[in-house]
């Protein structure tokens, strides 16, 4: 039976589908836990910059305020490159998470095919040898009221 031949094809498309959802998933938190990095970067500024609003700032210390600005800038920056580069990658992990759950959606609808043609062949099997009785038994009948 071909139906049962190909159960096996099936189920491995089916957990390669499973893994596939899982990377997906995986990938999606990986972007929502960038974003989240970044907007505690952008919190931080935001919190360092109001702090030193009113303090006086000698020579010194405006240039390590204006470094260490310089560095947290730097560090959104990145941060907005990863969130890309993550979001990239997740729409990659979605394509590929489509592709094996279409596998596996037309190797189920092939067994289903498959298992119809077989149930059908079987009725006609069964359909065959109930008439083959039947002409038998009817013979039988003929023959003893000759």
């Not at 931080?44 to 305020?65: H, I, P």
């Not at 600005?69 to 992990?93: F, G, H, T, V, W």
């Not at 062949?121 to 008439?131: F, M, P, V």
């Amino acid at each position: 039976m071909r139906s049962k031949r190909i159960k096996p094809v099936a189920k491995h498309a089916e957990q390669l589908q499973q893994q596939a959802v899982q990377v997906y998933i995986s990938a999606q938190q990986q972007v929502i836990d960038a974003q989240m990095q970044l907007e505690q970067l952008i919190e931080y500024r935001a919190e360092y910059d109001s702090s030193r609003l009113n303090t006086g700032f000698n020579a010194t210390q405006l240039r390590d305020y204006q470094l260490f600005l310089d560095k947290l800038n730097l560090s959104i920056e990145q941060a907005r490159q990863i969130i890309e580069q993550r979001k990239y990658q997740c729409e990659e992990q979605k394509i590929q998470w489509l592709k094996t759950r279409s596998r596996s959606k037309a190797l189920d609808a092939v067994i289903i095919k498959y298992q119809l043609q077989e149930a059908k062949i079987q009725l006609r099997i069964e359909q065959k040898e109930q008439d083959e009785h039947a002409s038998r038994v009817a013979g039988l009948k003929n023959s003893h009221k000759s």
